[in-house]
């Protein structure tokens, strides 16, 4: 364990914090998401099954998950390959790549577009939302799932020698089924032995967050070294962002680039816009959280690529870097958001 801590774990080995750059902490290069599919309301269903054309993509970027064949991002490794070219050239450093069992993952990949695009890349280790978890997961022990989230980090993921550099996305939904407690159980346990730096995905409600931060602790976990995402989907309330903000994680707004109206997976939400979230960082800086603060786009659908009329993976250090210096940010606590803070999380 000496030789890694204090050091980041990339797809192409271990890294000095400071080589890290500009980092996105919570995307997707290759995966697969077919399992959230949602059928077409009646009368859409042509347009579903032939979704890549212009007068489509309004359609599309409002029912993302009405089409098979936007879900399998993992059909798009050259586009990705482009899109990472021009992240770097962008000022880009690292990607934080989030998909684990359940999504697919695909280290020789990663690996791979490492080496081509000079973008660091670290893989993350452990188990999706129970819906993706195998009957096999689910009569596995606590300390079974724990051994091989420590083996992902520090063996290598998939029977290959690629190891992971983060533990995560690792996801429930709401409320939090037996298996995804266990698993998340087994990430404070594989945490409290690595060191290592843990991702969430919590489930569509304002209390999934909390819940979440108990069980870790109660665990053994570490909070400081714990990245709560989806929170511009999760908690709306100032107040209550403000109470989750007390516990000490990292707060994640990573869906910047999304815009849209009916969020299907939970109708009751109201997805912010890129505005909406500008103002909410704006608003927990002032309030002192500057040094929690991580930003991501959270792509992990064909439409958002460039390829295809999206915002791609340049869009916050092109757009919203900007919009963020507008809204009253400094120049460095933009920098302590993209490169900082993503810094602190290493092993
Ligand atoms: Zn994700």
Same mark, same amino acid.
């Given at each position: 364990?000496?030789?890694?801590?204090?050091?980041?774990?990339?797809?192409?080995?271990?890294?000095?914090?400071?080589?890290?750059?500009?980092?996105?902490?919570?995307?997707?290069?290759?995966?697969?998401?077919?399992?959230?599919?949602?059928?077409?309301?009646?009368?859409?269903?042509?347009?579903?099954?032939?979704? @890549?054309?212009?007068?489509?993509?309004?359609?599309?970027? !409002?029912?993302?998950?009405?089409?098979?064949?936007?879900?399998?991002?993992?059909? +798009?490794?050259?586009?990705?390959?482009?899109?990472?070219?021009?992240?770097?050239?962008? /000022?880009?450093?690292?990607?934080? +790549?989030?998909?684990?069992?359940?999504?697919?993952?695909?280290?020789?990949?990663?690996?791979?577009?490492?080496?081509?695009?000079?973008?660091?890349?670290?893989?993350?280790?452990? @188990?999706?939302?129970?819906?993706?978890?195998?009957?096999?997961?689910?009569?596995?022990?606590?300390?079974?799932?724990? $051994?091989?989230?420590?083996?992902?980090?520090?063996?290598? %993921?998939?029977?290959?020698?690629?190891?992971?550099?983060?533990?995560?996305?690792?996801?429930?939904?709401?409320?939090?089924?037996?298996?995804?407690?266990? =698993?998340?159980?087994?990430?404070?346990?594989? !945490?409290? !032995?690595?060191?290592?730096?843990?991702?969430?995905?919590? /489930?569509?409600?304002?209390?999934?967050?909390?819940?979440? =931060?108990?069980?870790?602790?109660? %665990?053994? /976990?570490?909070?400081?070294?714990?990245?709560?995402?989806?929170? $511009?989907?999760?908690?709306?309330?100032?107040?209550?962002?403000?109470?989750?903000?007390?516990?000490?994680?990292? &707060?994640?707004?990573?869906? @910047?680039?999304?815009? &849209?109206?009916? #969020?299907?997976?939970?109708?009751? =939400?109201?997805?912010?816009?890129?505005? !909406?979230?500008?103002?909410?960082?704006?608003?927990?800086?002032?309030?002192? #959280?500057?040094?929690?603060?991580?930003?991501?786009?959270?792509?992990?659908?064909?439409?958002?690529?460039?390829?295809?009329?999206?915002?791609? #993976?340049?869009?916050?250090?092109?757009?919203?870097?900007?919009?963020?210096?507008?809204?009253?940010?400094?120049?460095?606590? =933009?920098?302590?958001?993209?490169?900082?803070?993503?810094?602190?999380?290493?092993?």
């Amino acid at each position: 364990m000496s030789e890694l801590s204090g050091k980041a774990q990339s797809v192409l080995g271990l890294l000095d914090p400071d080589q890290l750059g500009r980092t996105l902490t919570h995307e997707h290069l290759s995966m697969s998401f077919e399992f959230n599919y949602f059928p077409p309301p009646q009368g859409d269903e042509a347009v579903a099954e032939n979704p @890549f054309q212009m007068q489509h993509m309004h359609w599309l970027r !409002q029912n993302p998950y009405t089409c098979m064949e936007n879900l399998r991002l993992n059909e +798009e490794i050259s586009a990705v390959r482009e899109e990472l070219l021009a992240y770097r050239k962008a /000022g880009g450093g690292t990607i934080v +790549e989030n998909s684990n069992t359940g999504l697919d993952r695909d280290v020789k990949t990663l690996k791979q577009l490492a080496k081509e695009t000079g973008v660091h890349i670290i893989a993350g280790a452990g @188990f999706y939302e129970g819906s993706t978890h195998s009957e096999a997961t689910k009569k596995m022990s606590v300390e079974k799932l724990t $051994d091989i989230i420590v083996s992902e980090v520090l063996h290598g %993921a998939d029977g290959t020698d690629i190891c992971c550099g983060v533990i995560g996305e690792i996801a429930s939904g709401w409320p939090i089924t037996e298996s995804e407690k266990k =698993v998340l159980k087994a990430t404070a346990h594989a !945490q409290a !032995q690595l060191g290592c730096p843990v991702i969430i995905h919590p /489930g569509r409600s304002p209390a999934a967050p909390f819940e979440i =931060v108990r069980i870790l602790q109660e %665990a053994g /976990g570490d909070i400081s070294k714990t990245v709560m995402s989806h929170l $511009d989907r999760t908690i709306f309330d100032e107040g209550e962002l403000l109470e989750f903000a007390k516990l000490g994680s990292y &707060l994640e707004y990573d869906l @910047f680039g999304t815009e &849209l109206l009916n #969020y299907t997976f939970n109708p009751e =939400v109201d997805m912010p816009s890129d505005s !909406q979230r500008v103002k909410i960082l704006a608003f927990l800086v002032k309030e002192g #959280y500057e040094d929690n603060i991580v930003i991501s786009h959270d792509i992990h659908t064909k439409h958002r690529l460039t390829k295809y009329g999206g915002h791609g #993976y340049s869009h916050i250090l092109k757009n919203i870097v900007p919009k963020l210096l507008t809204r009253g940010l400094s120049q460095h606590q =933009v920098d302590k958001i993209l490169i900082d803070n993503p810094k602190s999380i290493v092993l």
